[in-house]
């Protein structure tokens, strides 16, 4: 039979090392399972900002290195496997993934989030990117639509603006969603242009070459390059809980922990961007950690 362990915590993300971290230092042994890489979400950004203890012009892989160095430190046991199923047994919990399966006393449930895909109908073979980092060479003097409007979206669009021609920012709200310093940027921005209160409507390409990208709502123009566009969505988050189905109840992908929504099994705790939250921030996800990992190891 396999160990025991006393803390299994899923998601390597701010929520989940921070849980980890808290939990270890208390005397636990603590298993940590992350389906693709250290920092989550955040490990993917441009830039890592409002963070207390963020380094000024930290990019999302770097502050992902801090992670895995506290991981690290700490001695915690971590695990490359993609979690498919949660089960109640008598001695705690059983944790599938694709290669495994694991028991723990206790559980931690930090697997955070994923952006949303476009609801559109794309042409075969044309690729959406979500993230800038990478892409600095792909979008040299290219022409860039990114479709979202709040802070993740508008730093993506201000770091892509350091190396694009032209950078067409649409979102469906009547004004910018993100905070009022992006703002600022973004409108002082020569090369970027604002499309409030649109949506994409339709992507036109030539092969994997996107030509077209036409909106509707307010601005009903159509934006054309034939040398080639690339397009960037941020509309929003859907939670990473494929395999929390028929274990918890889920709302939008996430799961809600007000009472009377989730009765959570004595020794199960959520923390970071997979609960339903107002505000979703590595300050809140690092607190929802802390707490929880103080909480496993009472």
Known sequence: MQELHDLIVIG???AGVSAAVYAKSR???VLILEAEAVGGLIGKVSKVSHFASAIVDETGPEFAQRLQAQIDAAGIKLLYERVTAVKKIPEGYLVLSEQNEHRAAKLIIASGAHPKELPLELPEAVEIQHWALGQEAAVKDKLVVVNGGSDGAAKEALYLARFAREIHLVQDQAELMCIAEFKAELLANPKIQIHCGSTLAE???DGSKITSVRLQGKDSSTITDPAGILVFAQIGLAGNSDFLEGFLNLENSFVPTEAGK????????L???I???TV????TAVADGCLAGIAAAR
């Open 262 to 269: 989730n009765e959570l099994p004595e020794g199960l705790w």
């Open 275 to 277: 609960k339903v939250k």
């Open 203 to 205: 992507i036109k390409a």
């Open 280 to 283: 979703r921030q590595v300050a």
């Open 27 to 29: 005397g636990l042994n």
């Open 271 to 273: 923390a970071g961007d």
């Open 12 to 14: 390597a993300g701010p």
